[in-house]
């Protein structure tokens, strides 16, 4: 069955960087698009960054555009999030979604991870 | 940059009651709509995609409906279970916005 097993998270100070990794094993990984999704704490989820299936293009939030850079390894079959220049409101749940459809024909997400929390915080 | 907007903010009702959430968007998503159930601390849940497709394993209790701008999620009998947070997502493009999300609580 499908999964993706997040991981990286923690502690980090503000202006500082960390790298979240998503492990996915269960489904062809290098045929579905993949996304980062975050929750801060008590609040609603806010969509991140995504990658296409054969990592040809990429697009983030506003929020985190030019900070966040996300990206593939088909040889591991891992997703990553690298975050740069971190904030207070970078605080939050990180969760890895797999898209359900493969080649980008159903873009909704249809399996996620358990998240990863990352606490930006001096 | 479309908004999903979600309305009620929070829904008190009865088990075996019929839940009705909204989801609003400022411009056609067309039938690019999905929505997402999550319970306290788990990941969130595929409950409909395409406006009205129930995911695998989900309840027929489950029903979505709409286009364009103006999409409902129907639960016919609320069960126990069924006490959550609810989502909307648009996923026509990018930015893959989210609903401010429904709170559904026990009466």
């Known amino acids: 069955q499908v999964q993706l097993v997040e991981s990286g998270g923690g502690v980090v100070q503000p202006g500082r960087s960390l790298r979240l990794s998503c492990a996915a094993s269960g489904f062809t990984f290098s045929s579905y698009g993949m996304h980062w999704v975050r929750q801060a704490p008590g609040k609603g989820l806010e969509w991140v960054a995504f990658?296409?299936?054969?990592?040809?293009?990429?697009y983030y939030a506003d929020s985190v555009k030019g900070r966040f850079t996300i990206s593939r390894d088909y040889s591991r079959d891992t997703l990553f999030l690298l975050m740069n220049s971190l904030r207070a409101e970078d605080t939050a749940v990180y969760y890895c979604?797999?898209?359900?459809?493969?080649w980008g024909s159903g873009e909704y997400f249809q399996h996620w991870g358990r998240g990863t929390l990352v606490t930006v915080s001096s | 940059e479309i908004v999903l907007t979600q309305s009620p903010g929070t829904l008190s009702l009865s088990p075996g009651d019929r839940a009705t959430l909204s989801c609003r968007a400022s411009?056609?998503?067309?039938?690019?709509l999905a929505w997402y159930q999550q319970k306290p601390g788990q990941a969130p849940r595929l409950l409909i995609y395409g406006a009205s497709s129930r995911a695998t394993g989900i309840p027929d209790r489950f029903s979505g409906s709409g286009s364009g701008t103006d999409f409902t999620l129907t639960i016919s009998r609320l069960e126990p279970e069924d006490f959550a947070v609810y989502y909307c997502?648009?996923?026509?493009?990018?930015?893959?916005?989210f609903g401010q999300g429904t709170k559904l609580e026990i009466k």
């Open positions: 979604a797999k898209e359900g459809g493969a």
């Open positions: 997502q648009k996923y026509d493009d990018s930015p893959r916005t």
């Open positions: 411009q056609s998503v067309s039938s690019y």
């Open positions: 990658i296409w299936y054969d990592g040809s293009n990429e």
